[in-house]
């Protein structure tokens, strides 16, 4: 409790501070931007409160599951410094609330914070935001989930990460190591070597299509297995490919993807190598179609799914997995939104029956 109150006067000490420069310094220009949002989640066989995108294996069903929640509030901040010679540097920092999200008082969680530098053709990048591979997400409600172990691979790290630019298309290398696994230190992490990804990615017209971008990027990195002063690892490794196409009011985006042990990155449907021969291989890959009816009504349907080969995984392993989701909404004002979701997930199970949850989640939120 006294760490979480002393990174809330930290937080409000920064989002001052920089206020009060950006009076004192014309030249400074920082913007504070975020949401704040209110759910009532129910989740016919699952915590609501959780989010994830996989069922639980279990042997008895368990009851429907309502919940109440703020943990998706977000609260970022923009700066952006003066071009100094030929350089142009911004830095980002963004948290929410869903580090905990199974408590009425959920711990603050950092997404973002980083800065970027770019000089022409050139732009570099230190800290932690989105990976670089497949940086498509669906348009759900639910940010807990995201279609992760059910079609889109997706994570934060923190990074060193390289971009070219040239006309239309982007050329990036980067980096990436987490510090540990859901906030222990466990041997996931632990590895000598980071990640290593790349990606190649265009934007621009395409066969009519304004603004149109198609991405292709590879995954290379460890799944660590021992803690030991000796590592042991599995070798993990993707490769994906992702798009989002604007047409008039219709917004096509998605992914496809091909992994080997990258439970790490939300794939494999979750199931985790046991040795350094593991060999968890899955296919996977979402879509998602937003519709703009008016200017004040939106609506979002997508489909999600993943495979893993049934042969080289263990009997009660999740085989495939499988999410379907549709929201609309509403805007009130300019500001303030009514979203309702609704979301159907079911997990086949190697050896096992398959389970399936229901979840209906309505949100009102104001974005500033």
């Not at 992760?148 to 790290?157: D, M």
């Not at 379907?324 to 500001?335: E, Q």
Request: contains cysteine.
């Amino acid at each position: 409790m006294i760490r979480d109150l002393i990174v809330c006067i930290m937080v409000t000490m920064v989002v001052a501070s920089s206020a009060l420069a950006e009076t004192v310094n014309s030249k400074l220009n920082t913007t504070i931007y975020g949401f704040i949002q209110g759910d009532v989640i129910y989740s016919t066989d699952d915590p609501a409160d959780i989010g994830r995108s996989i069922n639980n294996r279990r042997t008895t069903p368990t009851q429907g599951d309502l919940n109440f929640s703020a943990q998706y509030t977000r609260l970022g901040l923009n700066i952006n410094a003066p071009t100094r010679g030929d350089w142009n540097v911004l830095g980002n920092v963004e948290i929410d609330f869903a580090n905990a999200p199974t408590t009425s008082n959920p711990n603050l969680r950092l997404r973002h914070g980083y800065v970027q530098a770019k000089n022409g053709s050139f732009g570099l990048l230190v800290g932690q935001t989105w990976m670089l591979l497949a940086q498509q997400n669906p348009n759900t409600i639910n940010y807990n989930g995201y279609l992760g172990r059910a079609g889109n691979l997706w994570s934060r790290y923190p990074q060193v990460r390289f971009s070219g630019y040239l006309d239309k298309f982007t050329l990036e290398g980067a980096v990436l190591k987490m510090t540990n696994d859901n906030n222990t230190a466990t041997a996931h992490s632990l590895t000598e070597e980071p990640r290593y990804q790349a990606r190649l990615a265009y934007k621009g017209d395409l066969f009519g299509i304004k603004n149109a971008l198609i991405a292709v990027g590879g995954d290379i990195g460890k799944y660590g297995l021992s803690t030991g002063p000796t590592e042991i690892a599995a070798k993990s490794h993707a490769v994906a490919a992702e798009m989002n196409l604007p047409i008039n009011r219709l917004t096509l985006n998605g992914e496809i993807f091909w992994a080997k042990n990258e439970s790490l990155l939300l794939g494999s449907c979750g199931v985790n190598p046991t040795s350094k021969d593991s060999d968890i291989t899955s296919l996977g890959g979402y879509i998602n179609i937003n519709y703009k009816i008016s200017d004040k009504l939106w609506m979002n349907v997508g489909y999600g799914s993943e495979e893993n080969k049934a042969e080289k995984i263990a009997v009660n392993s999740a085989r495939q997995n499988t999410v379907i989701f549709g929201n609309i909404g509403y805007k009130l004002t300019s500001d303030l939104s009514l979203i309702g979701e609704y979301t159907w997930n079911e997990t086949n199970f190697k050896g096992f029956d398959k389970l399936s949850n229901n979840r209906y989640q309505f949100a009102v939120k104001y974005d500033f």
